[in-house]
């Protein structure tokens, strides 16, 4: 069974519109959440983390976390034809990362 | 700045022969570093991590080793290779903190034929 688990698989936007991705882990000794961003057939970069309860905005990207649910969801405001890509979410246990399967989000012109 | 290199940077290998891929970082000492598998279309997937030199952990069964000869050097191998090890393989590093983020190198992709 996954640790992590990301909705939806796919998402289409429209360029200028927002696109809110979710991510639960089932894992209740996980510390850490991290979303990375990977374009095809490159490795992942790390958009942003969050540790603490509550929302962390950078940008047009803001993260959210209940750590009680272990549930942190990610949304991309005035998305751009460049944020396309599979968003991956990670969740820490001590030194091991597990990563959900991803969305894959398309922002159409 | 700290760079991570991964070599071979594509390999096509047949089944049963054996494997041996390359990881090294520069300019960070003693870092954490690990070894990541992902299948086409296929979840990443953790296999190695290792805090110091000379000792590696285990976290995913592929029927393949890794080693650390040096601070800076991490080896994955296996001396059979089998169809299901064809995939993306990734290099990471981190520092030695468990708030850390990885920092992940450009990759090797392995086609098992």
């Known amino acids: 069974q996954q640790k992590v688990q990301q909705s939806p698989e796919s998402l289409i936007v429209p360029e200028g519109g927002m696109a809110s991705l979710n991510c639960t882990s089932s894992d209740r000794n996980v510390d850490y959440f991290w979303w990375y961003r990977q374009h095809s057939g490159k490795s992942p970069k790390m958009l942003m983390s969050i540790f603490s309860n509550g929302e962390k905005e950078e940008g047009r990207f803001t993260v959210h976390l209940n750590k009680a649910s272990l549930h942190t969801s990610l949304h991309i405001r005035d998305s751009q034809p460049s944020d396309s890509a599979l968003y991956l979410c990670a969740a820490a246990n001590y030194n091991v990362l597990y990563f959900g399967s991803g969305t894959k989000l398309t922002v159409e012109p | 700045a700290q760079t991570i290199h991964q070599w071979p940077v594509a390999e096509i290998k047949a089944v049963g022969s054996p494997l041996s891929l390359g990881c090294t970082i520069k300019?960070?000492?003693?870092?954490?570093l690990y070894w990541y598998w992902q299948a086409t279309g296929g979840t990443l997937q953790q296999l190695f991590y290792s805090i110091t030199v000379g000792q590696v952990e285990s976290v995913v069964q592929l029927n393949l080793s890794a080693s650390r000869p040096k601070d800076d050097q991490f080896i994955l191998s296996t001396e059979k290779l089998l169809l299901s090890h064809s995939g993306f393989y990734l290099c990471a590093w981190s520092l030695n903190r468990g708030d850390a983020e990885q920092f992940f190198g450009p990759g090797t992709r392995l086609t098992v034929l």
């Open positions: 300019g960070k000492s003693s870092p954490n």
